[in-house]
């Protein structure tokens, strides 16, 4: 009882409130953003002011949807519940007749209102020539298309075409995809910029290990060169131990001795001065 009660206030809310009726399609529209994959003020935009360009005037379309490039997509949700269920809720065939019309003269309105609004010649939007007009209700659509079939065309001629649920999340996940591609494009031309640029670093890397390998080659000639000249020399009384060693032969008072590896490998009666 409690759950037929809420429904049928809903129903008489959304009636009798087109502040409402407006609020819960677009709620509608922006589910299917979200369920197409699209991000708020990312993929698309709401309820945002833009300056027309012929006369100055503020507009808000329901929904701007970003395209890749700057390229944007007018999005407009379009409620009509009063007539279209007032169809449903009599038996008299006139009177059928005559909210099913109405409710056909509801889009119909719709459709000239938001073509007179010119949304394509907003600021700050670079709209391709159609906008899409989203009716939340499929059957709604469908009953006003089957009462008269011109109204499809009708929008065309306005540059504007009308979706449903079914064909708007088709029309939304083909978004999505070109995003995704448009994500891919920039991975890869990122990668082909860090391949560059790694290639790049690579040629610098390979130009200072060859010259870090010359600075050893010039370290250790100086080595064996500095090293000749202390011990290894063919003369050893020309080496600089050598001559260390013979004035210590000589009486010159030290404390200390050279490191066993320094004269370990010399020849006896050079550690007992007799090379000149």
């Given amino acids: ?19 409402l009726q407006g609020d819960w399609g677009e709620f509608r529209l922006e589910v299917l953003l ?13 309820q945002k ?30 409620v009509s519940l009063k007539a279209y269920e007032g169809y449903f809720s009599t038996d008299d065939p006139a009177e059928k007749e005559k909210f099913l019309n109405a409710h056909v ?3 119909k309105t719709h459709i000239k209102e938001l073509s007179a609004k010119n949304y394509q010649t907003l600021y700050q939007i670079n709209s391709p020539d159609y906008l899409l007009l989203f009716v939340p209700v499929e059957p709604a659509l469908s009953v006003a298309l089957q009462k008269d079939a011109k109204v499809f065309l ?3 001629d306005k540059n504007i075409v009308i979706v449903s649920t079914t064909t708007l999340l088709a029309t939304l996940r083909t978004v999505s995809f070109i995003w995704k591609q448009e994500k891919q494009k ?6 082909a910029r860090q391949s560059g640029l790694l290639y790049d670093k690579f040629c610098s890397f390979t130009g200072d290990l060859l010259e870090v390998g010359k600075r050893m080659e010039q370290a250790m000639t100086a080595y064996d060169n500095a090293r ?23 009486g010159a008072k030290t404390t200390k001795e050279l490191p066993v590896e320094l004269t370990e490998d010399l020849p006896e009666e050079s550690l007992n001065g007799k090379h000149k």
């Avoid at 409690?2 to 008489?12: G, I």
């Avoid at 979200?34 to 709401?46: C, N």
């Avoid at 000749?228 to 000589?250: H, P």
Wanted: net charge positive; charged share 30%; no cysteine.
């Fill in 186 to 191: 920039k991975n890869v031309l990122e990668i």
């Fill in 228 to 250: 000749r000249k202390l011990r290894d020399s063919t003369k050893y009384g020309d080496t600089l131990i050598g001559r260390a060693e013979r004035i210590k032969k000589l």
């Fill in 34 to 46: 979200e369920k197409a994959g699209l991000t708020k003020d990312v993929h698309y935009t709401t």
């Fill in 154 to 156: 009708e929008a065309l």
């Fill in 1 to 19: 009882m409690q759950l037929s009660e809420d429904a049928n206030n809903l129903v008489t809310a959304l009636k009798g409130d087109n502040k």
């Fill in 49 to 78: 002011s833009y300056v027309h360009h012929e006369n100055g005037k503020m507009f808000r379309p329901d929904f701007i949807i970003n395209l890749p490039e700057g390229k944007n997509l007018v999005l407009d949700s379009k």
């Fill in 105 to 107: 003269n509801s889009l």
